[in-house]
T-cell receptor, first 111, second 112 residues
Framework: GENVEQHPSTLSVQEGDSAVIKCTYSDSASNYFPWYKQELGKRPQLIIDIRSNVGEKKDQRIAVTLNKTAKHFSLHITETQPEDSAVYFCAAADSNYQLIWGAGTKLIIKP | DGGITQSPKYLFRKEGQNVTLSCEQNLNHDAMYWYRQDPGQGLRLIYYSQIVNDFQKGDIAEGYSVSREKKESFPLTVTSAQKNPTAFYLC???????????FGDGTRLSIL
């Protein structure tokens, strides 16, 4: 079955710098890859997603890139702000459309 | 907000007691899910249902039970067989096919 690995587990960046979180997946048939942001004590919220027919998608300061050949996708956050501090989860949809989740990355924005 | 309502927000369970967590959605989504999240950890799938009157076990179904009698409702029962139930429980729903899951605000369950 599908397996998703996420790195790093913790990422600390200076405010204003960029942050990159990477995920790899195992099932080449996976075709949907969302990213969620979870603030402490809150529910996960979708911030961006990408489907396998697209290589890159951007929404203001957030972008996701997908490399189907290498089976990895990445979240890019530019000009980081204190409100970007949270835990970020990647996921990949398996053949039953279930989301297989990464373990999460705690992003810390240093003032 | 988000079309998925979980209740209660906080729940306390006594030893030997079964408790039921409610999840209702008005998004007309076919599929619904229950996840468990322990402090500082990721999401682990307990049960999921893709149509009414049908559901499948996830990775950690032992000690839990569900029902799906209506499309909009997917209650989760934490039974006394679940010896370590303290966690944050999240319900989610999605349309049929690959797409984003929408989450409720969660229920925080603790042992008395």
């Amino acid at each position: 079955g599908e397996n998703v690995e996420q790195h790093p587990s913790t990422l600390s960046v200076q405010e204003g710098d960029s942050a990159v979180i990477k995920c790899t997946y195992s099932d080449s048939a996976s075709n949907y890859f969302p990213w969620y942001k979870q603030e402490l004590g809150k529910r996960p919220q979708l911030i961006i997603d990408i489907r396998s027919n697209v290589g890159e998608k951007k929404d203001q300061r957030i972008a996701v890139t997908l490399n189907k050949t290498a089976k990895h996708f990445s979240l890019h956050i530019t000009e980081t702000q204190p409100e970007d501090s949270a835990v970020y989860f990647c996921a990949a949809a398996d053949s039953n459309y279930q989301l297989i989740w990464g373990a999460g990355t705690k992003l810390i924005i240093k003032p | 907000d988000g079309g998925i309502t979980q209740s209660p927000k906080y729940l306390f369970r006594k030893e030997g007691q079964n408790v039921t967590l409610s999840c209702e959605q008005n998004l007309n989504h076919d599929a619904m899910y229950w996840y468990r999240q322990d402090p500082g950890q990721g999401l682990r799938l307990i049960y999921y249902s893709q149509i009414v009157n049908d559901f499948q076990k996830g990775d950690i179904a032992e000690g839990y039970s569900v029902s799906r009698e209506k499309k909009e409702s997917f209650p989760l029962t934490v039974t006394s067989a679940q010896k370590n139930p303290t966690a944050f429980y999240l319900c989610a729903s999605t349309r049929t096919g690959p797409g984003p899951q929408h989450f409720g605000d969660g229920t925080r369950l603790s042992i008395l």
